[in-house]
């Protein structure tokens, strides 16, 4: 039977394919593609762990005391009969053998299959053994934990190739939540869409998500309970809604669909390299957001100027609290900046916190088991200033991979001037300690995000003090509306279109450009091409986003005359509902 899911839209098109449950299990499971030539290999552990499980129920049985109850044998009894049935262990290895995942998904893959296979069982004594066999998969992914191959999540993932066997369907994510740091792992993969029961549009996992630019829906509540294995899903990218089963008309006209946005996407990639100039020859910087050195080639690709934002966190995350040091982030930095080959590279310094944590974790670990308001916690630059080493690390690894090219640093989340000082203290210290030790480094400039309400309200402040400014509208907007936007469940009063924020950004604009500052967005508004002509008439002429969304701004862009746009922004600015009066004004007849 069909049914349909609803959550929240958070990346374009149309997907069709065949769902992968990423199953949240109590046990910490990594999911990942093992390569061809390693199947033998984790079939191999996961025969292991189970010698090792057997092994251990029978000693278990064996040091039963005297007068234990009989249950309780029979039980470990039941647990032994389990661990070599058919279901647990043939198929288990199917899902290697056939789909590449690694012995520990595939075991909470098969768990799955049999838990709902025990919800639907009519005997009450037969449901109830769900519990057995969830004991049994914990004790199994327990022991798989500790013959662990050497994969680090953070490293480049080798594992990652599905493309190996080719001919198969295309494969749909489905999980409760994706850790930020796991999403970036599935960059190399071959998911054609994904779908998670939490998150908001601007949660980083949708962000990320946005980046591997594949139709995606978050907050869709219930999605990973409904959704079985295999079954096959359309993605409505567009409208938030997953189909699960399509009836075949419903699949056609979604097959329709998905080739028109691909015509349309071809069409759109012949922009890359035509220059990004307004109607009245405004030149407008449009810049790439990228998480890792290796995006810049695709920054590149989609016919970048420059890297308006490098999340620098993503190389710390995952890495069971080992932080990169100096040389390290000098090498990916230096990578990023030597493959921009003279382009700009802007850094922004670590960003952890909130829904980005150092290790994976579920957004309900994180606000359970953690600060009750993590957006409101230690994280950005209260994080780098609390860890003075850490952050002078940086720093320096950064000012060292300016010697290979134009960089700029990025401060996030600043709001006080005490912040600023001793930012420009930190950084003054870590150019100092490179000369003692003769070590080369170049000019950066350096900028401030601006994602604060405070800083917004303060910009000419911080414009005494940095070289330029860019706009953090994502948290901007969770900050000035006081909506965590991550929190699916007040995911529709994040409001990019509240006057309130329009206004702060409005102003920002305004008052960098007075002082001949460079100011630029890179929040999720610069790439929603809704906003392209209203940020332009504010008097914006930077913007960096997701390298997939540059063609697309680039074609409001070359459509634009800011002559005759700048006269509508404070219309919108005082209008009830500005979104509706930038429809009106914008794509009626005044930009084109
Ligand atoms: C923002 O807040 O808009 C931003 C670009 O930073 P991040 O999304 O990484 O918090
Ligand atoms: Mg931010």
Avoid at 154 to 176: K, T, Y
Avoid at 335 to 355: E, K, N, Y
Wanted: net charge negative.
């Amino acid at each position: 039977m069909s049914i349909q899911v609803f959550g929240t839209p958070v990346s374009r098109g149309v997907a069709i394919g065949r769902a992968v449950l990423v199953a949240s299990s109590r046990v910490d499971v990594a999911h990942y593609f093992v390569a061809a030539e390693r199947v033998e290999q984790e079939i191999g552990r996961l025969r292991q762990a189970r010698d090792i499980v057997s092994a251990e129920l029978t000693a278990l049985k064996r040091d039963l005391p005297q007068d234990a109850p009989a249950e309780l044998s029979a039980l470990l009894d039941v647990h032994q009969m389990l661990l070599h049935d058919e279901t647990m262990t043939s198929a288990t290895r199917q899902w290697i053998v056939e789909r590449h995942y690694n012995a520990e998904w595939a075991l909470s893959a098969q768990l799955e299959v049999l838990a709902r296979q025990f919800d639907e069982m009519d005997d009450e004594y037969l449901r109830e053994r769900k519990a057995d066999v969830e004991q049994l998969a914990e004790r199994l992914l327990r022991c798989l934990a500790r013959s662990k191959p050497g994969h680090s999540p953070s490293a480049e993932p080798d594992v990652m190739r599905m493309r190996d066997f080719g001919g198969e369907d295309p494969l749909v994510l489905v999980a409760n939540d994706v850790a930020p740091a796991d999403m970036i792992q599935f960059k190399r993969s071959v998911f054609t869409g994904f779908v998670t029961d939490v998150g908001g549009r601007t949660s980083h996992t949708a962000i990320v998500a946005r980046s591997l630019d594949i139709p995606a829906v978050v907050g869709a509540r219930e999605a990973s309970r409904l959704i079985r294995q295999d079954d096959w899903l359309v993605i409505d990218g567009d409208a938030g809604v997953v189909i699960v089963n399509p009836s075949p008309i419903v699949l056609e006209e979604y097959r329709f669909r998905q080739r028109q946005s691909e015509l349309e996407r071809a069409r759109l990639n012949r922009l890359r390299h035509t220059p990004a100039v307004t109607l009245d020859g405004q030149p407008v910087e449009l810049l790439a957001n990228i998480e890792m050195p290796g995006d810049s080639a695709g920054a590149l690709e989609a016919g970048a100027v420059g890297v308006g934002l490098f999340r620098s966190e993503f190389l710390f995350m995952n890495r069971g609290g080992d932080l990169p040091g100096e040389d390290e982030q000098f090498q990916a930095y230096r990578d990023a900046v030597v493959s921009m080959q003279g382009l700009p590279v802007t850094i922004r310094t670590v960003d952890i916190g909130a829904d980005k944590p150092l290790d994976r974790m579920s957004l309900q670990e994180l606000r359970h088991e953690h600060a009750l308001n993590p957006a409101l916690g230690l994280r950005a630059i209260r994080w780098s200033l609390a860890e003075p080493d850490m952050f002078r690390q940086q720093l320096r690894a950064i000012l060292r991979a300016s010697a290979f090219g134009k960089v700029r640093i990025l401060v996030p989340m600043v709001a006080h001037v005490g912040e600023i000082r001793m930012t420009l203290e930190a950084l003054e210290r870590a150019r100092q300690q490179l000369d003692d030790a003769g070590c080369a480094h170049g000019e950066v400039e350096i900028g401030a995000m601006i994602e604060v309400p405070a800083a917004a309200l303060m910009i000419g402040r911080f414009l005494d003090h940095f070289d330029f400014v860019s706009i953090g509208t994502n948290d901007l907007i969770q900050y000035t509306l006081a909506i965590d936007r991550s929190d699916d469940a007040v995911s529709h009063l994040f409001d990019p279109w509240h006057p309130a924020v329009l206004r702060l950004i409005a102003d920002t604009i305004a008052k960098a450009n007075a002082r001949g500052k460079g100011v630029s967005v890179c929040g999720e508004m610069a790439g929603d091409a809704a906003f392209t002509d209203l940020l332009l008439a504010m008097g914006l002429r930077s913007f960096s986003m997701h390298p997939a969304r540059i063609a697309s701004i680039k074609q409001r862009v070359l459509r634009a005359d800011t002559r005759r746009l700048a006269a509508a922004v404070e219309a919108v600015l005082s209008a009830e509902d500005p979104a509706l009066e930038a429809a009106r004004l914008f794509s009626g007849g005044l930009a084109h």
